[in-house]
Antibody, heavy 123, light 107 residues
Framework: QVQLVESGGGVVQPGGSLRLSCKVS????????MHWVRQAPGKGLAWVAV????????YYADSVDGRFTISRDNSKRTLYLDMSSLRPEDTATYYC????????????????WGPGTQVTVSS | EVVLSQSPASLSVSPGGRATLSCRAS??????LAWYQHRPGRAPRLLIY???NRATGIPARFSGSGSGTDFTLTINGLRLEDLAVYYC?????????FGGGTRVEFK
């Protein structure tokens, strides 16, 4: 069974940094683009970033571009999100999500999600 | 950016009844629309992809229809475990976007 498990969330002050990780199992991780999606308290889902299967292409939502960096280590089957210059509006549950399409097509739906990790940005 | 508008925001349905959820796109997106179920404290779950295709393991009481700008998710025989917020999502253009969600409750 495909599993994704996020970790690394916590409480951080505005302007601070945090690294989220997502460990995956039971699928050919290296063949799929991977995404981060977040949900702020009382709000809906919002796409954050995507990384191509081969680590060569990365795209970000405008709200995080220049502050967040998505990366992956295919040998460790792990996805990362490095967050810096954090703002209170970044407070959310962060989910990693597997692309439903393999290869180059990262404009995809999300066929498997992790349970999420909570990030709170507050002084 | 493609804006997805979901209606209604909240829906009350009798147990065993039918729920009909709508998602409208600000521009044509072909059939590149997915639906998700999100229960509190749980991971979102893919229900429907590319407008009409049920994801693996999704029961037949969930069905999707539509193309272009107007899409519908129908849940027949509503069960307790179907009480959740449902989101649509488009994959035509960057950024990938979601609708604001429809909460389904028992009447």
């Amino acid at each position: 069974q495909v599993q994704l498990v996020e970790s690394g969330g916590g409480v951080v002050q505005p302007g601070g940094s945090l690294r989220l990780s997502c460990k995956v199992s039971e699928f050919a991780f290296r063949n799929y683009p991977m995404h981060w999606v977040r949900q702020a308290p009382g709000k809906g889902l919002a796409w954050v970033a995507v990384i191509s299967y081969d680590d060569k292409n990365k795209y970000y939502a405008d709200s995080v571009d220049g502050r967040f960096t998505i990366s992956r280590d295919n040998s460790k089957r792990t996805l990362y999100l490095d967050m810096s210059s954090l703002r209170p509006e970044d407070t959310a549950t962060y989910y990693c999500a597997k692309s439903g399409l393999s290869g180059f097509d990262w404009l995809s739906y999300f066929d498997t999600w992790g349970p999420g990790t909570q990030v709170t940005v507050s002084s | 950016e493609v804006v997805l508008s979901q209606s209604p925001a909240s829906l009350s349905v009798s147990p065993g009844g039918r729920a009909t959820l709508s998602c409208r796109a600000s521009q044509g997106i072909g059939n590149y629309l997915a639906w998700y179920q999100h229960r509190p404290g749980r991971a979102p779950r893919l229900l429907i992809y590319d407008a009409t295709n049920r994801a693996t393991g999704i029961p037949a009481r969930f069905s999707g229809s539509g193309s272009g700008t107007d899409f519908t998710l129908t849940i027949n025989g509503l069960r307790l475990e179907d009480l959740a917020v449902y989101y649509c999502q488009q994959r035509t253009n960057r950024p990938l976007t979601f609708g604001g969600g429809t909460r389904v409750e028992f009447k």
